[in-house]
């Protein structure tokens, strides 16, 4: 039996937590337990007030976890390495894998997947190639969509602005709402986004390594991507053809990168969506975790 503690989390019914599943699905069977219980393994995130993971110094569980999902920098003070090393085992989240910064790098959109190991014929990569095939079959009734909430950043309007030059945008969300809501949940998007030719999707900030499940959202509903960030999204893991990278930073190429996607949109939608060692990168990543996961707890 192994005890888990969450302080700072999302909140989601524990049994239906990714990493209770993750665990049990790959260590053994869990137990939802209190801070005062000194847990086996306590997982932390930045959803809450700083004093709450200072205070796990005091917790005398074997294996402390910090897990961000989302850009650090937005949720200061959790963007202070220091201090999350002095207090956790194991740092994971998009930054590449260190473990002697005790780093590891366990991107956001894996949790958006109930996949917990890679297996070879039932995976997260088989599961979005086969929603990508059935869907970008469908006849397209939207040319253009943005589902976003806010563009903080101004990322998003500048891509809007250029790819409504050449057809309608439509905005189902709070940004730039002109037609009607659809539902919350990732289903309700998938099958919204079956609809849409062009996806503009970028990240809401950039940083080293930063990639969420918005791309691959994008492509699991069969659209083409317009997508911005730090860099081309998991270039080990998804084909460069498959999306259009829009580079804000150059109006000039971006501007010819979106017109060319708009002119030859079978160009993006040829071939398949993974490379050749996208199945190795994901079995690391699982692997890399449980390993860290286990050899902590058991210390």
């Not at 990714?18 to 005062?36: A, D, W």
């Not at 390594?209 to 317009?226: N, R, S, V």
């Not at 259009?244 to 993006?268: D, L």
Request: aromatic fraction near 14%; include cysteine.
């Amino acid at each position: 039996m192994i005890t888990l503690s969450y302080i700072n989390f999302w909140k989601q019914s524990f049994d239906t937590m990714y990493f209770t599943r993750f665990i049990e699905e790959n260590i053994g069977h869990v137990k939802q337990v209190s801070l005062e219980d000194n847990p086996d393994i306590l997982i932390a995130s930045c959803l809450g007030n700083i004093n709450n993971v200072i205070n796990i110094k005091n917790v005398k569980a074997k294996c402390k976890i910090f897990f961000y999902g989302e850009n650090l920098n937005l949720h200061p003070p959790y963007n202070n390495d220091k201090l999350l090393y002095d207090i956790f085992d194991l740092i994971v989240g998009y930054k590449y894998t260190d473990l002697s910064k005790k780093q590891i790098r366990f991107p956001l959109w894996l949790l958006y997947y109930e996949y917990y190991r890679y297996d070879e014929n039932d995976n997260i990569l088989t599961h979005l190639q086969n929603k990508y095939n059935e869907n970008i079959k469908k006849k397209k009734t939207i040319f253009s969509s943005i589902i976003a909430r806010h563009d903080r950043g101004g990322q998003r309007t500048i891509i809007c602005d250029e790819i409504s030059k050449y057809g309608e945008l439509m905005a189902p969300s709070t940004y730039r709402k002109n037609t009607a809501s659809i539902g919350k949940t990732s289903n309700d998007k998938i099958n919204y986004l079956s609809n849409v030719k062009y996806n503009v999707c970028p990240e809401n900030s950039v940083f080293e390594g930063y990639c969420t499940e918005k791309i691959f959202q994008a492509l699991e509903g069969g659209t083409i991507p317009l997508y911005w960030g730090t860099d081309l999204p998991e270039p080990e893991i998804i084909n460069k053809n498959k999306y259009c990278f829009c580079n804000i930073n150059n109006r000039e190429a971006m501007k010819k990168s979106i017109q060319n996607v708009v002119k030859n949109p079978e160009k993006y939608i040829e071939g398949e969506l993974f490379t050749k060692q996208a199945g190795e990168k994901i079995q690391l990543f699982y692997s890399t975790l449980l390993e860290n996961i286990t050899i902590s707890s058991q210390s």
